[in-house]
């Protein structure tokens, strides 16, 4: 048996040696059987002759053995692949148009998979990552306090494995220019939970995550070759991270960016460190700072259903020990667990857009294999005399249109290779114009066997789409017909006609619908380019200072603010400043859950935004106040809390009496009405709010992005 199979496969590689063999051993026995016929006195050409007959014609037997071999559909492949090749070497033109129409079009596609795939389809590179999932509050928020953490860590015994982590960023440089880094802050269980492992010395450890403990990191595998270019002693190493130092214990396995997809982490931390790094108030002593994604491995023999009812058991227990002064909802669970196999990121809000773009990119290839099955459809009339010999001479039918079909996928197959390479170029880009210079965005764009395959089926069926119908057609003539002298042959048939007519009508068909669709976003993307964002887009220049790199004070940083402020407000040719916490339209929220009490009317929970501004901010932005004032400088902390609106709050929020449009400013004492009252939910505020449904509170202020990117900032 293993004889028999190093034989087939020599015979596959090294088929002139094989087939040497095989005429030395016919020439053998046709020499014996002459000898025979000699020996019985016949004359050397009449035992020649005879041993000749007996044997039978020697390229018969060649062949017969071939077909012994198993491999006669292979050796016929190559022959149709060889008679291809020369084929579309003799019409380069044709040849040069088809690849290149066939590299767009599925390079286009293939983009366009590659950044669904790495966005919705590609499981994170950890063990197991389908018993994954992430616990949240609500389907849109996925966050939780150190408190809450540290009880679910403790009581909870659905999971296997739990950890939590926040990114955030870090800054290299230790004075002067920044020097930012993708940064995760992660419990001591983080990787060991995912199953990652230490491409050179250990990742951090449950001993690492406590308080006080050496502030140690662990780097990113192409952290560490970009930055420190592989070097093997970077184990021990001292790495300053907002100034302080921490001790490189190790680097985490290749092709490992983290859970949040569509960033990956440079630099990984203890949980723990988050205490060193904001000394004067860390996130992990705040009741009300929700800055950690928990995640949770679950049991084998627990599944997501059974998992969320057994924590909305606990539910009351572990908000009761970690946030004590929080609010619930009646009727609304305390978690809802999401799975986490394909990691976490707000870049998923693009799938519809994903998927119109996937369909359009389909569209624009069926052009391309109906524009070819036309030319195909051509040529075939062109060789349809050729065909006529071929079927004269008794080949089947079915020979030829494989024959055909090999030519087809073997234009499919080199417009897939070209289109690979063009893939990779446009799935970057559209990385690019999903990015922004403040929030870079990545995604592993890499090969692997789903892309690949995928690449692979399109181009099988697009040669098969674009050459099945010309390899049918081009099979149906009579050879006696098409080899009369003078014959019209398949060009001038009606069925050909009839084809080619269908085929461009489809052409025009599906390029209306592209015309009608680029019509439709150009008129999309001229309305968002012209229409009212309520501030003035000119001429308004942005700066975001980091003052937590100087090493001031939270006192000394609101001076050193406002200081900056007003020598800004003093320069030539500025008309206003202002500072804000929120940048409008810059893809960043702060916002937060609030219940309105109003007399006569049960208590309702609002999703409110919220943003943190001085004086003179809507003068800066250009935004009118259509009603009320603006803030002034005698709004701080100690004087009444004071709110203004945005058009809408006051009608669709508060449902208050006065449903005139346009903004207003107002005071704790109008929100402290008996028609009216705000309560925040979870926490209360300090600071005056603009552009905010809810301002009534006594705590320091918390800012934060939307629940769905999981970034804090300060």
């Known amino acids: 048996m293993l004889s028999d199979l190093r034989y087939r496969l020599r015979a596959l590689f090294s ?9 030395e051993e016919l020439r053998f026995h046709l020499e014996r059987q002459t000898a025979q016929y000699l020996q019985r006195g016949f004359a050397p ?20 053995c071939r077909d012994a071999r198993g491999l006669g559909w292979l050796e016929s492949l190559g022959q149709d692949l060889r008679y291809a090749v020369r084929t579309l070497r003799q019409r380069p033109v044709f040849a040069a148009v088809a690849v290149l129409s066939l590299a767009l079009g599925i390079g286009a596609n293939t983009a366009i998979f590659s950044v669904v795939d790495a966005l919705f389809l590609k499981p994170l590179p950890v063990r197991d990552p389908a018993r994954l999932v992430i616990l949240g509050q609500t389907e849109d928020d996925d966050t ?16 296997s494995d739990t950890f939590a982590y926040s990114s955030t960023e870090f800054d290299l440089a230790a004075g002067g220019e920044k020097q930012p880094v993708h940064g995760l802050y992660v419990s001591g269980g983080y990787f060991a939970g995912l199953g990652i492992a230490a491409s050179l010395g250990r990742t951090l450890m449950p001993a690492d995550d406590r308080r006080g403990g050496p502030p140690v990191a662990v780097l990113s595998y192409n952290f560490w070759q970009s930055r420190y270019a592989g070097a093997g002693n970077v184990a021990g190493r001292v790495i300053r991270l907002d100034d302080h130092p921490f001790q490189i214990v190790g680097v985490a396995a290749p092709g490992f960016f983290g859970m949040d997809v569509g960033d990956r982490f440079d630099v990984a931390i203890p949980l723990n460190a988050e205490a060193l790094m904001h000394s004067e108030r860390p996130w992990m002593d705040q009741q009300f700072s929700w800055w950690l994604s928990v995640v949770g491995r679950l049991q084998p023999d627990v599944g997501l259903v059974r998992a969320a009812a057994r924590l909305n058991l606990l539910g009351p227990a572990l908000f009761q020990a970690a946030v004590p002064d929080s609010t619930h909802t009646p009727g609304k669970p305390y978690f809802v667990l999401h799975p986490a196999a394909n990691g976490l990121s707000d870049l998923r809000q693009y799938k519809d857009a ?6 359009m990119v389909a569209l624009v290839l069926l052009i391309a294999c109906a524009n070819l099955a036309n030319l195909l459809l051509a040529r075939a009339g062109a060789r349809s005399r050729e065909v006529a010999v071929r079927l004269a001479l008794g080949a089947s039918r079915a020979r030829l249109v494989r024959q055909f079909l090999t030519e087809s996928l073997l234009l499919s197959l080199s417009g897939a290779a070209f289109g690979v390479a063009f893939a990779r170029f446009a799935s970057r880009l559209l990385v690019v114009w999903i990015s922004s210079s403040r929030n870079a965005r990545f995604l592993d764009l890499s090969p692997d066997l789903r892309m690949l395959g995928f690449t692979a089926g399109l181009a099988v069926a697009t040669g098969l789409l674009f050459g099945l119908a010309p390899a049918l057609r081009a099979t149906q003539l009579a050879p006696q017909a098409a080899l009369k002298e003078g014959a019209r042959g398949l060009t001038d048939s009606r069925h050909r006609l009839g084809l080619g007519r269908a085929l461009v009508v489809l052409q025009v068909a599906v390029s209306l619908i592209l015309l009608i669709g680029a019509g439709l976003f150009a008129g999309s993307l001229r309305l968002l380019l012209t229409q009212d964002t309520g501030f003035r887009r000119d001429n308004v220049l942005l700066v975001n200072p980091d003052l937590r790199a100087a090493r001031y004070s939270r006192e000394r940083q609101s001076a050193v603010a406002a200081d900056l402020l007003d020598r800004l407000r003093q320069l ?9 916490v929120v940048t409008p339209i810059s893809g960043q929220t702060w916002q937060w859950n609030v219940q309105v009490d109003t007399p006569g009317q049960a208590t309702r929970d ?12 809507f003068r800066t932005m250009g935004t009118p106040l259509l009603a009320g004032r603006d803030f002034t400088s005698a709004d701080t902390a100690g004087a009444p809390w004071v709110a203004i609106l945005n058009e809408a709050a006051p009608a669709n929020c508060f449902r208050a009496e006065n449903r005139s449009a346009g903004c207003f400013a107002t005071n704790s004492n ?9 309560r925040c939910r979870s926490w209360a505020w300090s600071k005056t709010l603009s552009i905010a449904a809810c301002a009534i509170s006594r705590r320091p202020p918390f800012m934060c992005r939307s629940p769905r990117t999981r970034r804090l900032s300060r």
């Not at 030539?572 to 804000?580: D, F, K, N, T």
């Open 15 to 23: 088929r002139r040696a094989v087939d040497g063999e095989m005429d």
């Open 45 to 64: 050409e009449e035992a020649a002759r005879r041993a000749r007959l007996d044997f039978g014609g020697p390229q018969q037997i060649r062949e017969e």
């Open 144 to 159: 939780s306090t150190y408190a809450l953490w540290q009880q679910i860590r403790a009581r909870q015994d659905v999971f």
């Open 354 to 359: 994903a998927t119109l773009l996937m369909i």
């Open 572 to 580: 030539p040719g500025v008309e206003a400043a202002a500072r804000s």
């Open 606 to 617: 609002i999703h409110v935004f919220f943003n943190l501004v001085s004086p003179e901010f």
């Open 670 to 678: 109008w929100l402290a009405e008996p028609k009216l009252r705000c």
